[in-house]
T-cell receptor, first 114, second 117 residues
Framework: DVKVTQSSRYLVKRTGEKVFLECVQDMDHENMFWYRQDPGLGLRLIYFSYDVKMKEKGDIPEGYSVSREKKERFSLILESASTNQTSMYLC?????????????FGPGTRLTVT | AQTVTQSQPEMSVQEAETVTLSCTYDTSESNYYLFWYKQPPSRQMILVIRQEAYKQQNATENRFSVNFQKAAKSFSLKISDSQLGDTAMYFCAFTSYSGAGSYQLTFGKGTKLSVIP
């Protein structure tokens, strides 16, 4: 089975802190994704990566950056956390290529910024 | 840009009954895929069912089936013999191949389904 893990289930940070959310997948997938989930808004794509060191902006990249130094690991970085970044963050991966359309999700990290 | 609309923020159903969740989408693509994902309370998002747009036959997975109306751009999910474990947020999602080896998912806002004993 595909396994996508996220470093923390719950995280509390203060305004202005630098925050790292880590995601690891164990299936040698090419593509990895970061989403933000808010009530009434569904899931919105922040960033995705289709190869090591390659990244693309999603729908809401402002206030976030990402890093993918190794194929299995994709990090979401909040350079200076703000209260409006309090949310659930979901990581996903998929194998890549034109026949690979399903995404596999991690358990999520619920981030609270105070 | 694609959009996905789920018009029912919350629904409830009695155990063992049937419920239908609605989803409409908008796209100019001809080749695409549609999904229903399930997110149980405090648990991981999992894929329930998928439909390839080029297939006319509606997808079925055990108690879950879809009614795919391509011309109407409608993709509803029917859950038969509802069980307590079906209580979850359900997301309708759309994807088409965007190049660079990647599919990007566009999600609806979700429907919170409660199964009542």
């Amino acid at each position: 089975d595909v396994k996508v893990t996220q470093s923390s289930r719950y995280l509390v940070k203060r305004t202005g802190e630098k925050v790292f959310l880590e995601c690891v997948q164990d299936m040698d997938h090419e593509n990895m994704f970061w989403y933000r989930q808010d009530p009434g808004l569904g899931l919105r794509l922040i960033y995705f990566s289709y190869d090591v060191k390659m990244k693309e902006k999603g729908d809401i990249p402002e206030g976030y950056s990402v890093s993918r130094e190794k194929k299995e690991r994709f990090s979401l970085i909040l350079e200076s956390a703000s209260t409006n970044q309090t949310s659930m963050y979901l990581c996903a991966s998929n194998p890549g290529g034109p026949s690979s359309y399903e995404q596999y999700f991690g358990p999520g990290t619920r981030l609270t910024v105070t | 840009a694609q959009t996905v609309t789920q018009s029912q923020p919350e629904m409830s159903v009695q155990e063992a009954e049937t419920v239908t969740l609605s989803c409409t989408y908008d796209t100019s693509e001809s080749n695409y895929y549609l999904f229903w994902y399930k997110q149980p309370p405090s648990r991981q998002m999992i894929l329930v069912i998928r439909q390839e747009a080029y297939k006319q036959q509606n997808a079925t997975e055990n108690r879950f089936s879809v009614n795919f109306q391509k011309a109407a751009k409608s993709f509803s999910l029917k859950i038969s013999d509802s069980q307590l474990g079906d209580t979850a947020m359900y997301f309708c999602a759309f994807t088409s191949y965007s190049g660079a080896g990647s599919y990007q998912l566009t999600f609806g806002k979700g429907t919170k389904l409660s199964v009542i004993p």
